[in-house]
């Protein structure tokens, strides 16, 4: 049997490989029951926002809703860009609090739906627990319209960190938006202004000055 294809039905062999070989291991198998897929440590910019220090995870069963459209329902995510999520979300356009998930954040990355429609968005949760460990925990990803969705977030006060604020498929947000009151690393957002590229790497910064 091949060695990769013998991975997924063991975790230490398929936890061996870089993330996006994962997925593809993952993905070609077919099956939505292996082990979940590790992706590193849960970035600063959740951290900043008062996610825990654990590893970053998705199941395999949310991986194959997310490439299939939770089995046609939707517009899947390419699997190009489900290799490349660890770094699209280490650099988000946006994040916002989740609506409906209590201290759930919502991701908004560089990416696009199987069709071509929408900007993906990332649901992560965290301190879920992972076979015998807690973990950070992408729990779905889709596309939304970008026009009616991320003003939605915003006039909701949900935007919580503002990327890529400059260019013509970046976000548009006014200096009020941005002029409310999140230290990095604060648990609290209503006590905190929406944090910029400049808060993240000032907090980058202080990750690297402080690491044991």
């Known amino acids: 049997m091949d060695s990769k294809a013998h991975a997924i039905g063991d975790a230490n062999a398929l936890h061996s490989y870089p993330f996006k ?12 029951r292996s082990a979940s897929l590790w992706m590193g440590k849960t970035p600063a910019c959740l951290r900043m926002l008062g996610f825990p220090d654990l590893p970053l995870r998705i199941s395999s069963g949310i991986l194959s809703k997310i490439y299939t459209g939770k089995g046609g329902q939707r517009p899947g995510i390419p699997e190009k860009f489900l290799c490349r999520l660890p770094e699209l979300i280490d ?43 807690q973990a950070n925990m992408i729990t779905s990803a889709y596309a939304k319209d970008r026009a009616t969705w991320v003003l939605e ?16 498929d970046t976000l548009e947000v006014s200096g009020h938006t941005l ?17 910029l590229p400049s808060d993240l790497c000032n907090y980058r910064a202080w990750l690297r000055e402080n690491a044991v």
């Open 153 to 168: 977030q915003i006039d909701g006060g949900r935007l919580r960190y503002c990327g890529k604020i400059k260019g013509p």
């Open 179 to 195: 002029n409310r009151v999140t230290e990095p690393g604060s648990q609290n957002p209503s006590l905190a202004r929406v944090l």
């Open 21 to 32: 070989e994962q997925v593809r291991i993952c993905l070609a198998s077919g099956t939505s």
């Open 91 to 133: 650099d988000p356009e946006a994040i916002f609090d989740s609506h409906t998930v209590k201290d759930a954040l919502v991701v908004l990355i560089t990416a696009r739906a199987a069709d071509g429609s929408g900007v993906v968005v990332v649901s992560v949760e965290a301190n879920l627990r992972d076979a015998n460990t």
